[in-house]
Nanobody, 115 residues
Framework: QVQLVESGGGLVQPGGSLRLSCAATGSSLSILDMYWYRQTSGKQRELVAGITSAGNTNYADSVKGRFTISRDNVKNTAYLQMNNLKPEDTAVYYC?????????WGQGTQVTVSS
């Protein structure tokens, strides 16, 4: 059984920064790719960033140059460094890990960008 625990969300002013973390716990973890998604009320969940087991990354156009995804394979943790945050970044952020035995979602963490 794999569980993902997210942390790091909160309220920040426009132009500010936050760092999200997503840690996986469980036995026989074989994590492949790690992703961050976000969702606002009434909209579909959208991909924000992803990182492969080899360290290759991809980003949504809306966050390129502002967000950075990284991973710590020893800690089974993904990170999302978010800089120069904008009000339109306000959403619930979810992590998703793809493993050899299936995919797993985090519980979500609220990020609110407001003055």
């Amino acid at each position: 059984q794999v569980q993902l625990v997210e942390s790091g969300g909160g309220l920040v002013q426009p132009g500010g920064s936050l760092r999200l973390s997503c840690a996986a716990t469980g036995s026989s973890l074989s994590i492949l790719d790690m992703y961050w998604y976000r969702q606002t009320s009434g909209k579909q969940r959208e991909l924000v960033a992803g990182i492969t087991s080899a360290g290759n990354t991809n980003y949504a156009d809306s966050v390129k140059g502002r967000f950075t995804i990284s991973r710590d394979n020893v800690k089974n943790t993904a990170y999302l460094q978010m800089n120069n945050l904008k009000p339109e970044d306000t959403a619930v952020y979810y992590c998703y890990f793809a493993t050899l035995v299936g995919g797993y979602w985090g519980q979500g963490t609220q990020v609110t960008v407001s003055s």
